[in-house]
């Protein structure tokens, strides 16, 4: 499901800002002239809504997200292109958290601009219906009995 997910966002990508690579690697570890990596950085909780019968199971995933091209500038123009796209996108969620040095020095490469993008994931669950009664109901209940 999760694989879906980055193809979707692959294709998204190449048609709304029109780059290519999409990169899932972690950042610094990308070739080419230029591209986005959106690298899966976690999956965060997103329940459903309270009173939602059968409701779907769901996540989110957060992606780093970050680019690359010759300059610096074009890399950072390129990145004003995929975030200002992203906040138009019905689905997805632009989070503006500085990264920590610590994930840079993990991913053993310069810190750079990037934000986090959140993509929800939704499962649908089969609707289960009661079975239909087809016979009175015996036992201690089957009587409705006065008080008295």
């Keep these: 499901m999760i694989d879906l997910v980055c193809e979707q966002l692959q294709t998204w990508l190449q048609s709304a800002v029109g780059v290519s690579p999409v990169s899932f690697a972690p950042p610094g570890a990308t070739t080419?002239?230029?591209g986005?990596?959106?690298?899966?950085?976690?999956?965060?909780?997103d329940p459903p809504l309270r009173g939602a019968r059968n409701a779907p199971l769901q996540l989110a995933c957060h992606f780093l997200v970050t680019c690359w091209a010759p300059t610096p500038l074009e890399a950072n123009r390129l990145?004003?292109?995929?975030?200002?796209?992203?906040?138009q996108h019905a689905d997805y969620r632009v989070l503006l958290q500085p990264a920590p040095a610590e994930l840079w020095l993990a991913f053993a490469t310069l810190p750079r601009p990037?934000?986090?993008?959140?993509?929800p994931v939704h499962v649908t669950r089969p609707q289960?219906?009661?079975?239909?009664?087809?016979?009175?109901?015996?036992g201690k209940y089957s009587k409705v009995t006065e008080p008295g």
């Design 32 to 34: 080419g002239a230029r």
């Design 36 to 45: 986005v990596s959106c690298y899966l950085l976690e999956l965060a909780e």
């Design 79 to 87: 990145l004003g292109e995929v975030i200002f796209a992203a906040m």
């Design 114 to 119: 990037s934000f986090v993008l959140r993509v």
């Design 128 to 138: 289960t219906l009661a079975p239909r009664v087809r016979k009175p109901i015996d």
